[in-house]
């Protein structure tokens, strides 16, 4: 059964700052690796999408990357901004469904 | 826009009612399911659809049915509610549920109420 594990579970940080989140994972034999956004009271938004065959993705001030081997994904953010706060969250596709790690709460203090 | 839009965005219902929430996308897309977030707990998967006329169980289905007659639409319908029901419940949906290439979509949610 797959397992994923986000650490931290929260972090607080000032503006400007890189960062970087954590996910991983106990099962590799997996089909793609999917970072989301979620604003509180607010839905899903996908941030980014790597392959299983792929090792990174990058959006702006975003990468995320993916290594199988080790069962590990990390998503980092550049110059962090207090409109990235917000909860994010990594789901591995495999099987019929995603299955998601618990969370990462952001705050960017400005 | 396309995307998933779900509806009601919010809902109380009294425990025994029966309710259907809606879920239609408009992006062809032949996988499409039902998750519940509930604290502590992350999202969890009810029931899913991999095209018209063919459903399938996840983790949590008990309480809820699912039907797909048209490749747009996957309602989901609480039989008789209960306060364990008591959730934010979000459609997702995907071109395929086997290839690397799709991701999922997701709706902006239902927050639902028993009491």
């Known amino acids: 059964k797959q397992e994923v594990t986000q650490i931290p579970a929260a972090l607080s940080v000032p503006e400007g700052e890189n960062l970087v989140l954590n996910c991983s994972f106990t099962?590799?034999?997996?089909?793609?690796l999917q970072w989301f956004r979620q604003d509180p009271g607010k839905g899903l938004t996908s941030l980014l999408l790597i392959q299983s065959s792929q090792r990174e993705q990058t959006s702006g001030r975003l990468n995320a990357s993916l290594d199988k081997s080790s069962g590990r994904s990390t998503l980092y953010i550049a110059a962090s901004q207090p409109g990235d706060s917000a909860t994010y969250l990594c789901?591995?596709?495999?099987?019929?469904?995603?299955?998601f790690g618990a969370g990462t709460i952001l705050r960017v203090k400005s | 826009n396309a995307g998933v839009t779900q509806t009601p965005k919010f809902q109380v219902l009294k425990t025994g009612q029966s309710m259907t929430l809606q879920c239609a996308q408009d992006m062809n897309h032949e996988y499409m399911s039902w998750y519940r977030q509930d604290p502590g707990m992350g999202l969890r998967l009810i029931h899913y659809s991999v095209g018209a006329g063919i459903t399938d169980q996840g983790e949590v289905p008990n309480g809820y049915n699912v039907s797909r007659s048209t490749t747009e639409d996957f309602p989901l319908r609480l039989l008789s509610a209960a306060p364990s029901q008591t959730s934010v419940y979000f459609c997702a949906s995907s071109y395929s549920m086997s290839q690397a290439v799709y991701g999922y979509t997701f709706g902006s949610g239902t927050r639902l109420t028993v009491v």
């Open positions: 099962d590799s034999a997996i089909y793609n």
């Open positions: 789901a591995l596709k495999g099987g019929n469904k995603l299955v």
